[in-house]
C-alpha cells in the first residue's frame, strides 16, 4: 500500500533520506527518535518516513537510477532503525500468553513489512514472536511446538509468494490456529486471502488486531486445495526453476530482440530477467492456485516497466516482452490451464500496437 502524504512529517521524511542515502543507520535512527520524542505516533513515523523512504528506493532501482548494491544498503538502514525500534518496545503482560507470530512466506525476503507489522503489534501491547523471511514450513512448525500462540500473521509482498503462503495456512490450521495474512500479494477484498485458505485478511494495524480478537480459538485443518487447476500448479510449481532457466535463455539468445541497445545495457536488462522470470513463472503458478490470471499480467506489466526504464526505448522493452511471453508459452506447453490463464491476460506484449 502506497503511503498517505504527510506534510507534518516531510521535515523528518528529508532528513531520513539523506541519512538513508550516506548509509548512516546511526543518524536515520535519531531521526525517527525526535519524532517519538516530539510525540508522534509510532505508526504515522513508521508509515510517513521509513516505509515511504523504501518505496522510494524501489522506484529508484526499477528505474535504474541505483544499482541492486544501492538499493540493499538503503533498505538495511530501515531494517536496522525498524528492529531497533521492535527490540525497544516494553512488552505488557504475561509473557506465557499466546503470541502473534509473523512470518514472511517461504523465498520472501522483504523483511521491512513483516518488521514494521511486528512492532507496532508490540507497540499496542501484544506478545508478538517474529520469524523473519523465508519462513520454511519446518520452522513453522517448530516455533508453534515451541511457543503458545494466539494467531499466525503471514506477510507477502510479491504475489508468487502465494502458494508458500497457502503452506503456511496448512501448517497453522493443522496445528489448530488461525491465520491472518495481508501484504502486496493481496487485493483489498480479500479474494486471494479466502482462496489460500486463510481466516482473515488485514491490510494495517487495526483491522488486524481487530480481526484476531474476533478468530476463534481453534480453527480445523485447511480443506484441501483439490481439482484440475491446483493440480496442475502443484505440478508446475516443481519446475518453476528449470523452466525459468530456459526462458531465459531463449529470451536472451534472440539477438534481433536486443537491437539498438548498447552492451551495458544489455547486459543489465539480461540479468533483470535473470532475477524475474522465476518470480513470472511463480505468478503463473499462483494464477491456479487462486484462480486470477490478473496476477501473471500484473507481474508482466511490472517488468516491462522495468525494461522500459533501463533500457530507455520502449520497441526494445516491448520485444524483449514479445519474447519472453512466447517463450513462456512454448515451455506452458504441458500446462493446459496454465496456458488457458496466459491467454487471458492483456498485457503490452500481448496488446498489438495501433500504430
Known sequence: MTPRSSPSLGSAATEYWAATCCNDAAAALAVVDAELAA????????????????????????????????EHAATAVSEYVVRHLLARTDLVGDDRAPALLVACAEREWHALPGLVL???????????????????????????????????????????????????VEVA???????????????????????????????????????????????????????????????????????SRTIVHRTTADDAAWAGLDQPQRVDAEQILADQVPVVVGTVVSALVVDEPGVVGDALGWLADVLGSRTADPAVAGRVLDRLVEALRAELRDFPLALEALASVRTPATTADPS
Open 39 to 70: 510525540g508522534r505516533d509510532l505508526a504515522d513515523v513508521l508509515e510517513h518516513v521509513v516505509t515511504a523512504t523504501q518505496h522510494r528506493v524501489g522506484r529508484l532501482w526499477a528505474e535504474g537510477s541505483w544499482s541492486v548494491p544501492q
Open 118 to 168: 511486528a512492532t507496532l503489534i508490540a507497540h499496542r501491547g501484544r506478545r508478538v514472536l517474529h520469524l523473519g523471511t523465508d519462513v520454511s514450513t519446518q520452522s513453522l512448525q517448530g516455533a508453534l511446538i515451541d511457543h503458545p500462540v494466539r494467531a499466525v500473521l503471514v506477510s507477502a509482498s510479491i504475489s508468487s509468494s502465494l502458494p508458500f503462503v497457502r503452506r503456511l
Open 173 to 243: 490450521h493443522g496445528a489448530g490456529i488461525p491465520t491472518v495474512v495481508g501484504g502486496q500479494a493481496f487485493d483489498v477484498e480479500g479474494r486471494r486471502a479466502a482462496a489460500v485458505g486463510a481466516s482473515a485478511h488485514a491490510g494495517d494495524i487495526d483491522s488486524l488486531l481487530a480481526a484476531v480478537d474476533a478468530l476463534p480459538v481453534h480453527v480445523p485443518p485447511a480443506p484441501p486445495l483439490r481439482g484440475p487447476r491446483h493440480n496442475e500448479a502443484a505440478m508446475l510449481g516443481r519446475r518453476v526453476a528449470a523452466l
